[in-house]
């Protein structure tokens, strides 16, 4: 997928999208970028267009860009632990789409919820940040779709 593709999927402008990656918003991204095309076209996986338009949404909210790196790589901490190895949360709601959602609580911790699978990471501190009390709850939440973003994301897939 490239730049475009994202745009038509979503409905984001494709300025936003590029600011996002000129920015490096989105941690961990493996893109390719053709360096003798005309306007150097971008082409990624469709995960990669999942954390860009995270990005971009919480670009649109206002977000600095410091609280947005830091949302993104929270949640792509999160660890589902169970049976086997640990499995990345935020990669468990790429392979089953699902109504999903992750929070960013006071601008320092993070959570993701899957109804449909009884799923609730709890909150969880963001690297560089000391863990959340014991029944803490937040006073300023952020909520990401990530089940929607989704959707629209893989509308074509």
């Given at each position: 997928?490239?730049?475009?593709?994202?745009?038509?999927?979503?409905?984001?402008?494709?300025?936003?999208?590029?600011?996002?990656?000129?920015?490096?918003?989105?941690?961990?991204?493996?893109?390719?970028?053709?360096?003798?095309?005309?306007?150097?076209?971008?082409?990624?996986?469709?995960?990669?267009?999942?954390?860009?338009?995270?990005a971009a949404q919480l670009?649109?909210?206002?977000l600095p860009h410091k609280?947005?790196?830091?949302?993104?790589?929270?949640?792509?901490?999160?660890?589902?632990?169970?049976?086997?190895?640990?499995?990345?949360?935020?990669?468990?709601?790429?392979?089953?789409?699902?109504?999903?959602?992750?929070?960013?609580?006071?601008?320092?911790?993070?959570?993701?919820?899957?109804?449909?699978?009884?799923?609730?990471?709890?909150?969880?501190?963001?690297?560089?940040?000391?863990?959340?009390?014991?029944?803490?709850?937040?006073?300023?939440?952020?909520?990401l779709d990530l089940g929607?973003?989704?959707?629209?994301?893989?509308?074509?897939?």
């Amino acid at each position: 997928m490239d730049l475009y593709d994202l745009e038509q999927r979503t409905g984001l402008g494709r300025r936003l999208l590029r600011y996002v990656l000129d920015h490096a918003l989105v941690p961990e991204l493996d893109i390719e970028i053709s360096a003798d095309a005309v306007g150097r076209p971008r082409k990624f996986h469709d995960d990669v267009g999942f954390g860009i338009v995270c990005a971009a949404q919480l670009l649109n909210l206002g977000l600095p860009h410091k609280k947005i790196q830091l949302f993104l790589q929270g949640i792509l901490d999160i660890q589902v632990r169970g049976k086997g190895p640990p499995k990345n949360a935020f990669l468990c709601v790429l392979e089953r789409p699902a109504d999903a959602k992750a929070y960013l609580g006071d601008g320092a911790n993070v959570r993701i919820v899957v109804d449909e699978y009884s799923y609730d990471s709890g909150w969880q501190a963001c690297l560089g940040h000391k863990p959340p009390p014991k029944g803490y709850e937040p006073l300023v939440t952020v909520v990401l779709d990530l089940g929607r973003i989704h959707n629209q994301v893989f509308s074509s897939c």
